[in-house]
């Protein structure tokens, strides 16, 4: 063994630059930050007799009601997400190809519009009920009905066959795009399909289920409408009503914080489950031989498949086309406002949705990890942070979003002399309050895309010199494209669909379709109420298609 | 000839929540211009790391590393991979997926001229045998011209050092001792300098002008193939190379159908 030193006097080449990333991804993270220290301001600045008034009158119950339903919509969307994905993946039979994009379906339904369409379907004496008490030879509601769709389970029913295709998607990508022969070597080791499930592909796919149950658990703890109509006194309830009723802006302030560790706890699930394993596979991706079914099994098989997206979709649906048909055959036509409303709705979604997919990479790519051995990672630290902004509930966060707003306006108007809102007189506030929102949408996404690459190639490309940029464009971008449209897509879903935080950052005179909705409903018109939530779905189903078909590709 | 790679008592590993945990320890070697050096050590010894290192992609705690006089990688210098000037070939390849082998081979020709760029994708695709499959995808390729197609893009930008990270172990036995013969005509005809990493002490012996015996984070040996078999610093070495030449006579004898 032997050694040489260096003449002192020789140079190092040039050190390491691109820390623009991270300075890109810690200015997201702060601005995610900003409307929950706002928050954290008015809370602290409440007094203490308050919080004694929260924490023996609202909170226990709120919180209470809060848990059994994640745990209630958690087991459903796993069960029916995971079991769908299962069932399209390994087994034949007929309509599969349908089904397998049709399970996409309930995406397009927001998860008030969804709770508004059952609540009237299963009344009482709604179309439901009265045949089945037409079949079962009862006259009257007084003899026979079903429980009240009023409750927890109701909750958690309606919200568990909408949000469940967040784990289907997740999961489904996980099962087709896994090495077949994993699951080849499990059955040569003597595992039946079910084991093969059971043992190799269920932990395959936990972080695909983790990353989709995280997502369609943070939906529910901001849904406001479903709970509201079905009367469930949730944590966001409370914080709505808060304020709305009792405009109590420190005493809102308080429930969202408590909210906030709820949320957390979830989050640092979530990434716990998903640091465990690592994929990077360059192995050909080959997916596996899906088993044909016949008689009996094939149309059990396929009745399983379709009671989702009958409950979750068709049945809803229908319901609004029925409602939509009776209304234009009594007026003739649609409003002015509402075609204007729509108009809205896309222009502002597909804003969102480019300001959000442009973030989510700025994250991701900053959180990627280069060195595997790396302990302590910045840029992973941003992009957790820059995630919450989904965890916050829209009327949360937009209450949040008032002070820095405000703040921000002020300061743009005495700088350039203006006497209007920049942010909140226009659409940028709500563009501003749905990109922090739907982040962890884009950002999650793009993440996972990024860990099936494998590192070597981010490696290979730096050592042909390119810089971390230059990969990201050349390499990465192209290998992301599916990861990149997936997230498109939902985030555009869930812009369109955006209720609370709307209401509250809109310019005045402005209507989005769900905000007509809202006021329709208020109003207690449900007959146009019925067309603008037709509107909502019909518009929510094109991204739903378009993504049904990136979806499909894969493994074919 | 002077020493083109110089490993200074370098001093490798990685922050724990229990503090810092080292890898490698103490390494030093150096490597003159056109000589291919091979780190031969079982899977877990560290050897990949000290490759990775050179590379830029794990730092140096201590001691450092001087490509060509000028210092890449110390406690206080950093310079980024792609300023290395160093080539590398994966275990896995690493083929760029949605490029056809052409494309990958060209990807690090940017600065180029797009006539010159065609020339040195042509002359270096030659080079390995593979001009008929320039319009490949990697995934329509098999793992031995796969392989070919990463040494080809490394070479391309003609780095000042290749690095080859066990970059026969996905072939089969016949394949694998074919193209070790091959890449160390082609590196020896293009006057490459090389690092190679492998646990498999036939291919070593095969390519390498120097063979560094590594165990548990060290470098037990830094020596040409006769004196590490005729040699040999410590025990260590000897059983290493005695166990390993065994094996690799069972397997060659399993080759045979005996």
């Known amino acids: 063994m032997h050694t040489t030193t260096l003449p002192r006097a020789l140079r190092p080449r040039q050190a390491e630059r691109g820390t623009g990333w991270l300075a890109g991804a810690a200015l997201i993270a702060l601005a995610v930050l900003a409307p929950l220290a706002a928050l954290g301001w008015w809370a602290l600045h409440a007094d203490l007799a308050h919080w004694a008034h929260l924490a023996a009158n609202v909170l226990p119950y709120a919180l209470s009601n809060t848990v059994t339903l994640l745990l209630g919509v958690g087991i459903v969307v796993t069960l029916l997400g995971t079991g769908a994905a299962w069932l399209v993946t390994a087994y034949d039979f007929p309509s599969r190809r349908v089904l397998t994009w049709a399970l996409l379906l309930p995406l397009a339904v927001p998860t008030y519009i969804i709770a508004f369409a059952y609540l009237d379907l299963l009344h009482p004496i709604g179309p439901v009920q009265t045949a089945l008490r037409a079949v079962l030879g009862y006259d009257s509601p007084r003899q026979f009905r079903l429980p009240d769709l009023r409750s927890i389970y109701g909750a958690i029913f309606v919200l568990g066959f909408v949000l469940y295709p967040y784990v289907y998607l997740s999961t489904r990508v996980m099962f087709m795009t896994q090495a077949a022969s994993l699951l080849e070597a499990a059955r040569t080791l003597g595992a ?231 942010l909140m007189g226009s659409m940028a506030a709500l563009v501003c309050a749905y990109t922090l929102r739907f982040l962890a949408i884009s950002a999650g996404g793009i993440e996972s895309g990024l860990a099936r690459i494998p590192p070597s190639l981010e490696q290979a490309s730096r050592l042909l010199g390119e810089t971390a940029g230059g990969t990201l464009r050349r390499v990465h971008l192209p290998l992301l494209r599916p990861a990149l449209a997936a997230s498109a897509l939902l985030v555009f879903v869930d812009a369109m669909k955006e209720l609370p935080a709307t209401l509250l950052l809109r310019p005045m005179n402005f209507d989005t379709l769900a905000t007509w909705l809202y006021a329709e409903a208020a109003r207690g018109t449900y007959e146009e109420g019925a067309v603008a939530a037709l509107a909502i779905v019909a518009a929510g189903l094109l991204p739903v298609i378009l993504l049904a078909r990136t979806h499909l590709k894969i493994g074919h | 000839m002077a020493d083109l790679l110089e490993l200074d008592r370098i001093l490798l590993g990685y922050d724990t929540p229990q503090g810092f945990k080292a890898v490698v320890r103490d390494l030093a070697l150096s490597l003159p211009a056109g000589h291919i050096g091979c780190l031969l050590g079982s899977s877990g010894c560290g050897k990949t790391t000290v490759l990775r290192a050179i590379a830029g992609f794990e730092p140096v705690r201590a001691g450092h590393i001087a490509l060509d006089g000028t210092i890449i990688s110390s406690p206080e210098v950093q310079v980024a991979p792609e300023r290395r000037r160093v080539g590398m070939m994966f275990q896995d390849y690493a083929l760029f997926p949605h490029l056809t082998a052409g494309q990958n081979v060209a990807f690090g020709l940017r600065r180029l001229a797009r006539a010159e760029r065609a020339a040195r994708v042509a002359e270096m695709l030659d080079l390995v045998g593979l001009r008929v499959a320039a319009d490949s995808y990697p995934h329509e390729l098999s793992g031995g011209q796969q392989q070919r197609v990463a040494l080809a893009r490394a070479l391309a930008p003609s780095p000042d050092l290749l690095l080859l990270d066990e970059p026969f172990s996905n072939l089969d036995v016949d394949t694998r001792e074919h193209l070790a013969f091959e890449v160390r005509d082609i590196l020896k005809a293009t006057g490459h300098t090389a690092i190679l990493v492998t646990h498999n002490q036939a291919e070593a012996f095969a390519i390498a002008d120097r063979i560094g015996v590594m165990a548990g984070g060290h470098l037990a040996q830094w020596d040409t193939p006769y004196n590490l078999r005729h040699h040999p610093a410590d025990e260590a070495v000897r059983d290493f190379v005695r166990r390993e030449e065994l094996a690799e006579q069972r397997e060659q004898a399993y080759a045979r159908g005996a």
Not at chain 1, 197 to 203: D, G, I, S
Not at chain 1, 237 to 244: F, G, L, M, P
Not at chain 1, 352 to 357: I, K, R, S, Y
Not at chain 1, 359 to 366: D, K, N, P, Q
């Open chain 1, 192 to 422: 039946g399909r079910a084991g093969v499930f059971l043992r190799v592909a269920l932990p395959l796919a936990r972080p695909a289920i983790a990353v989709g149950v995280s997502l369609a658990l943070l939906e529910t703890l901001n849904d406001i409408g479903a709970s509201e109509f079905l009367g469930v006194q949730t944590l966001t309830v409370s914080v709505y009503t808060t304020w709305i009723t009792r405009s109590d802006l420190a005493g809102a302030a308080q429930i969202a914080l408590a909210m906030l560790a709820l949320v957390v706890g979830l989050i640092l699930l979530e990434r716990h489950g998903r640091k465990r394993q690592r994929y990077a596979n360059t192995q050909r991706m080959r997916p596996m031989q899906a088993q044909r079914l016949r008689g009996p099994a094939a149309v059990l098989a396929a009745a399983l498949g379709w009671i989702p997206v009958l409950l979750g979709f068709v049945a809803p649906a229908l319901y609004l086309l029925a409602e939509t048909a009776k209304r234009l055959h009594l007026v003739g036509g649609v409003s002015d406002q509402l075609l204007a409303g729509l108009g809205n709705t896309l222009v502002l979604a597909a804003c969102a949705t480019v300001a959000t997919v442009l973030c989510g990479l700025v994250v991701a790519w900053a959180g990627r990890t280069l060195r595997e051995s790396a302990r302590i990672n910045p840029g992973r630290a941003c992009a957790r942070l820059a995630s919450l902004g989904y965890a916050v509930p829209g009327t949360v966060l937009a209450i949040g979003l008032l002070t820095p707003f405000t703040l921000i306006d002020h300061a743009l108007a005495d700088l350039f002399d203006l006497n209007r809102l920049v």
